[in-house]
């Protein structure tokens, strides 16, 4: 099969290697107990997209109502094409999907917090309309 299709509980691996090419080596300790919980989510969805039966992107993506605003936002958590799959227009298939996700919960705009070092995510989100918004503030909590 070729194409996307929500994740399951079955594409823990595939997610965790995909991370792994993010800079997110080590989620094996977290990821398998947290999973289950993230696919139910009623404000989210985690997509893959299948070549020949092996996971080769993902997107995970939160649906976030507004206050002040009329329309609601959907932001992208995660996003990876394998490397091996790179240049195959699997991206910008996923990125539409998750789009037409979004404007089905009457979100009015999406966005994503994309690492300065991410240049080539940086061309890619630009060349699917994203612009940039500056200013992006965090704070860690000790749990």
Known sequence: MNGIRLATID????I???LAQLDYPDTQTFLSPKLP???KHPDAITLVYEMNDV???FLSL???PQIALEGDFARISYFVVDKSA???FIGQELEAYGEMEARKRH???IE???HTRRKDAHRFYERQGYVESPKYFIKLLNT
């Open 107 to 109: 979100c009015n705009r």
């Open 86 to 88: 790179r240049g195959q």
């Open 11 to 14: 594409d823990l691996e595939s």
């Open 112 to 114: 994503v917090h994309c």
């Open 55 to 57: 996971v080769v992107a």
């Open 62 to 64: 939160h649906f976030i």
């Open 37 to 39: 919980t993230i696919l």
């Open 16 to 18: 965790q290697t995909l």
